[in-house]
């Protein structure tokens, strides 16, 4: 591979090159960084960068040893996770020329792998929905969702190949589908939280973004520190998963697009040996779209207290009129809520009994066009709620052209074998 | 009562006499600053104080219109919550001169309440075992526990009469315990963690302390935005409490001051009308000490990844310590970890069935002799690893003169029925 296009490796390619001294990291990043200097003046991807001190960390990393899974490798951070050497945003104006004192843990253990902290990405408004500049790259005019947009959009338009997201309601699935790549939320709890805006604590989790399910597994073996993650992709699967193709009770909402992509999963799948066979809809489960929607706007209110409190007026109307419904739940309908999402919780198991992962519409359709909305996370609340791992694979096109794609989910806990079914599956569907 | 003596004041008392506009929160910041200044150069349980910014906040609250149920009560912040207008410095000299940029959201929410913030109570380095210069106020030569070692001795003291805590371990209880005062950890989960030093995303939790339930529960019911918690111990149980006494798997370890305690609350309650049955032990409960061990030890290294990377010479060899142990348990064992966590939060459901609520011990016994230690959190450990909201009940005196209590523990999310059934045996235990 000629220099100039380095940035097009994936990051397990990569990786494993510069872990054989085939490759300087020094060189990659180079690539990288012109990739972005080429390219992000119209995607927007980047808060902050910082190129010297990427290719000063890169240069240390080649004249040293291999200090883990990622050595060499850029990251992008979205602007959530706090950095000491880089400007922290959160996506607001309120934090324009914040700088933390310390990494998030996350930024830190994967920075202990050995990875090189690019730049921090484009995150919406203190991840709720008021967008940041970023746009998708494939049509610029089209949101590339949020709110790990610049996350999503970095990988898509390959400045690099891994980044870090969260996610609270749909914001690492989101962004990955309307930007056709892999993104991986893990199980809530399985990544330390530290040092990474806290928005809600029953919902937000930490996972990443790939073009590939094992470079995406790579990223969540450093988190999870759960080796598992990457090893389930390394092999193909002795046997084909048993996948359960769940519709939800708003499969009403998906276009054309979805559901000529549900179909093609279906019998591309199926011909594979895959056992696909319909989920049925757990009673009740229309009500966790909204228990999803009033804990999110509970515990925002609440977790984002000094900033409703003290610098409304630097707030979006967006956000503002989030703050206001979250007041509105008063705290024994929250405590209620809790107590249901955690019946909720042990109830879903029922799901995997039969089941090795749940595929699911992972959006309504494309990326919708402008860039002052980042699209309906609909799809992604309930399994956000319950805190099960999530993966969306990108498989087909829709009528605009934009990516399209669908969601695995799997049981609590079960993140080594779902990311080991979505590569099976992600390879049989592209194919 | 006399302008000199109003430190004393109880909150709840206090709050209500602010309310009714007999009691000016100037005067009783002003007699709360008056036996800080004049106790704590003995006690150091005060890490940062600002006395004229404290002043002129309970001077402005005075002057308006009542802004919640901590209006113009002075509040103790532990110093691992981040504070904007104080100094923060987690109990470590890595942080000595840091001041955060936000309010942690407990701390804004106390505040929205109207609470004044009197200043930063002395933590252990990030909430671990190495201890601050913070004395037992009931007699100097003893720890007043940890790791809310100044929260829980400057209301002990008097110093205020509310204070914020957190617990990842023993945190809340055992200082509690050792200074002889109520400690309340709510169910995890229901307070938001924003802005708090995270240590250990599944064990943290947030809380606090007062001298009577009613007082803990006042704070309890703003932290969690339920007002429940404060109704529970405005009047009297209807029926008196099934009480399930609980010795664990660990009484041997207890001395003969809580084997005392024991046996007079066992007879108390039952005079008094409670149900007192043994509640049997739960089988396999012995081992979830060291589960809390290795998940504290495992998510306390990664969680603080960047101290332990850039500042390991400014770091306590205990604590090295700690990141050393933490390192070693890899991450499949704890995935497993925690997936045998959430089987035992399920599991333990099961003990509520026969009881209202769990009588334990809190403490092996009396706060040990020396400032070098803050004692053993073991009976705390398996509480804190289920998530279930505890409360300490101090009513004892041990055979060195010191507190001794006992604490009462409840199922996960009845934080109200707990301090209704804490006050009721509260109430008889020292009557």
Chains 1, 2 share one sequence.
């Not at 992962?357 to 066009?369: C, D, Q, R």
């Amino acid at each position: 591979m000629s220099q100039s296009k380095l940035y097009e490796l994936g990051a397990a390619h990569a990786a494993t090159l510069i872990a054989c001294r085939e490759l300087k990291s020094e060189d990659l990043v180079r690539s990288c960084l012109e990739r972005v200097s080429e390219r992000d003046t119209d995607i927007h991807a980047f808060a902050h960068l910082d190129a010297l001190a990427a290719l000063a960390h890169a240069r240390a990393l080649d004249s040293g040893p291999i200090k883990g899974l990622l050595h060499g490798l850029p990251l992008g951070v979205k602007d959530l996770f706090d950095t000491a050497d880089l400007p922290t945003s959160y996506g607001s104006s309120v934090y324009a020329n914040h700088r933390p004192v310390a990494d998030a843990a996350s930024v830190a253990m994967c920075r202990e792998a050995g990875a090189v902290v690019l730049g921090k990405t484009v995150t919406s408004e203190f991840a709720f929905f008021h967008p940041g500049p970023t746009c998708n790259p494939h049509h610029r005019l089209h949101t590339p969702g949020g709110s790990s947009s610049g996350s999503a959009a970095a990988v898509a338009d390959r400045m690099l190949s891994l980044a870090l997201g969260t996610q609270t309601s749909g914001s690492i699935i989101r962004p990955a589908a309307f930007c056709g790549i892999v993104g991986f939320k893990p199980t809530n709890g399985r990544v330390m939280s530290a040092g990474v805006k806290s928005l809600s604590p029953t919902l937000d989790v930490i996972g990443g973004f790939g073009r590939s399910v094992p470079d995406a597994a790579l990223l969540g073996a450093v988190l999870t520190g759960d080796t598992r993650l990457m090893d389930a992709t390394a092999q193909d699967l002795d046997n084909p998963p048993r996948i359960g193709f769940f519709a939800t009770p708003n499969w009403g909402d998906v276009d054309a697009d979805i559901q000529t992509a549900w179909m093609y999963a279906e019998q591309t799948l199926s011909k594979a040996g895959a056992s696909c066979n319909i989920a049925p809809t757990p009673t009740g489960f229309e009500s966790l779209v909204q228990l999803q929607k009033e804990i999110c706007s509970y515990e925002m209110a609440h977790s984002l207290s000094h900033e409703r409190l003290r610098h409304r007026a630097q707030i979006s109307a967006a956000l503002n009129g989030l703050f206001d419904e979250g007041m509105k739940v008063d705290g024994i309908s929250h405590a209620q809520n809790l107590m249901l999402t955690q019946e909720w919780r042990q109830k879903i198991q029922q799901m995997f009994v039969d089941h090795d992962v749940i595929l699911t519409p992972s959006t309504l359709g494309e990326a919708p066009l402008g860039l002052d909305s980042t699209g309906d996370p609909l799809f992604c609340r309930s399994w956000t709620l319950l805190g099960l791992p999530c993966v969306h694979i990108p498989f087909a096109t829709g009528h605009r052209g934009l990516p399209v794609g669908l969601q695995l989910v799997a049981a609590h806990g079960d993140d080594h074998r779902l990311l080991a079914a979505a590569h099976w599956v992600h390879q049989r569907l592209t194919q």
